[in-house]
């Protein structure tokens, strides 16, 4: 047995939208164009980040034994400072007054 309420919602589902511009369905597709455009402007972003990452990624590897090397090659450096003082006192004991 149907109800009055389950015969009218029934009646309601299977009613067809009306065509033309009677039909009410301007709201759905300004939502959609909302929607899709969106999703591009949020592709378009995240899609440069992505790609510029990957390079960075990519390039890793190369820049670390750069840095590798170049740590090498400024160990010497260490003691720079005490070489100095000790050239100072040197010189300063080359001194002699006229």
Do not use: C
Not at 32 to 50: E, G, H, K, Q, R
Not at 52 to 63: E, H, R, V
């Amino acid at each position: 047995m149907m109800t009055h309420l389950s015969a009218m919602t029934a009646a309601f589902l299977t009613k067809p939208l009306p065509a033309g511009p009677d039909n009410h369905d301007t709201g759905w597709v300004i939502g959609y164009i909302m929607f899709f455009v969106t999703v591009v402007a949020v592709v378009a972003l995240v899609v440069p980040i992505l790609l510029l990452a990957y390079k960075i990624g990519n390039q890793a590897p190369g820049i670390d034994g750069s840095l590798q090397q170049s740590l090498e090659h400024t160990d010497g450096l260490v003691g720079l400072e005490t070489t100095i003082d000790h050239a100072t006192e040197i010189i300063g004991g080359l001194y002699r007054p006229e």
